[in-house]
């Protein structure tokens, strides 16, 4: 159990290398909801808050098993009835977070908190809440390039360039409990399935499903570590290629040949693994069947990432772009479908080359919600008032059928 690998893994002192500026002093920020992140203010997070947010998060999920009533009897919600529900991606906010989020898993949320791990060293902590304007409410300085963010019931989960792994508990405020270097080349990517905690080291990419691990390198000695078992995988280099190994045993199972020999994002949701070329010269979104691993469709839109999400009985996916824009696909009559479109530079005012180009996202199905973040421009255009982080909401449509 990971209970057992941190027990074993002391908290990394201050005298192992690990510079004190990058673990302490930690820095908390809070800002009240405003149209614009820009006013300070010292907020508390305090347990009377906590039946507030239960309340609420009870409310929403009363209001979907309404709407899932309604949809009952319906095999397909995008294809029945004489109406039908058509699902539409639109901008509920625009955050000016000053941080660059360049790596497909650096953008998490839970129920109740939306972590974003940035470039520049920054882990951005901020309220899930419509209300409150999703008002950040910690900024932590970790040092380095911070590479992937994830997280279970009680933690909360950091990777970056420098190798360490970080461990957060989920308290109000968010705390410290762990920071573990396991690499002298950085770690790139992470995942938490279930018990189970599995990362990558070097730059390799890496997912997991029920009951696979995928696992893309870039040089030799980009590895996985299982750092619940403590056992590696992927050690041999395989050039160009997605390997597949069974999460139990660790043993390979098969390999898929990257889209052009590229490098590629790898995503695993709904029974279906999703290769992207991130890039400006993306050539699309290959979906294979992650038991199979047989090709299943090929998506003709270039895509950086993509977020699976299970809403109202339907299975969509978001794809973020180099261009700024953010696809939404139904699944319907097993194949994927474009369904509309949301362009972030227009939504924004903000057309100026690279200003945004979303690299990461995150959507979970708790709500209506997907998160985006940006590499936030280049030098010229790199600000406090470019926006770097999006909050997307998929509105449902009634249309009559044809």
Known sequence: MLDRFFALHRFL?????????????????????????????????????????????????????????????????FAGGANTLRP??????????????????????????????????DLFILERDRQAGYSLLETIHLGGRLT????????????????????????????????????????????????????????AVMTASADRLFVSQLNPGDIGLDLTSQRTYAEAFVASSTLVFDRRTLWPIGAIPNPGGAFVNISAAQGFL?????????????????????????????????????????????????TGAVDLYAFNRNRYELVNSAYLPALTGFFGPEDIEIRAMWADGLDNLVFAGSSWGNDRSRGPQLPSFFVLEIDWKSVERE
């Open 13 to 77: 002192p201050l005298s192992t290398g690990c510079n004190t500026d990058n673990v302490k002093p930690v820095m908390r920020i809070s800002l009240k909801p405003t149209t614009e992140i820009s006013e300070t203010e010292v907020m508390r997070i305090t347990h009377r808050e906590k039946p507030r947010q239960i309340n609420g998060i009870f409310a929403a999920g009363l209001v979907l098993s309404l709407n899932m009533v309604t949809l009952a009897g319906q095999i397909n919600p």
């Open 274 to 322: 999703y290769l992207t070329s991130p890039g400006c010269c993306g050539r699309g979104i290959n979906v294979y069947d992650a038991s199979t691993l047989n090709p299943v469709q090929f998506l003709n839109r270039t895509a950086n990432t993509v977020a699976p999400i299970k809403r109202r009985g339907m299975s969509l996916l978001a794809a973020g772009s180099e």
């Open 88 to 121: 539409e991606l639109k901008l509920a906010r625009s955050l000016k977070l000053p941080g660059s989020f360049v790596s497909s898993q650096s953008i998490y949320a839970d129920a109740e908190r939306i972590f974003a791990a940035s470039f520049q060293g």
């Open 148 to 203: 992937a963010v994830r997280g279970d019931e009680e933690n909360v989960y950091i990777t970056g360039s420098e190798g360490n792994l970080y461990r957060f508990s989920k308290t109000w405020p968010v705390r410290l409990l762990q920071a573990t270097p396991l690499s002298n080349y950085g770690l790139n990517a992470l995942h938490v399935a279930g018990q189970d905690l599995y990362v990558a080291k070097g730059q």
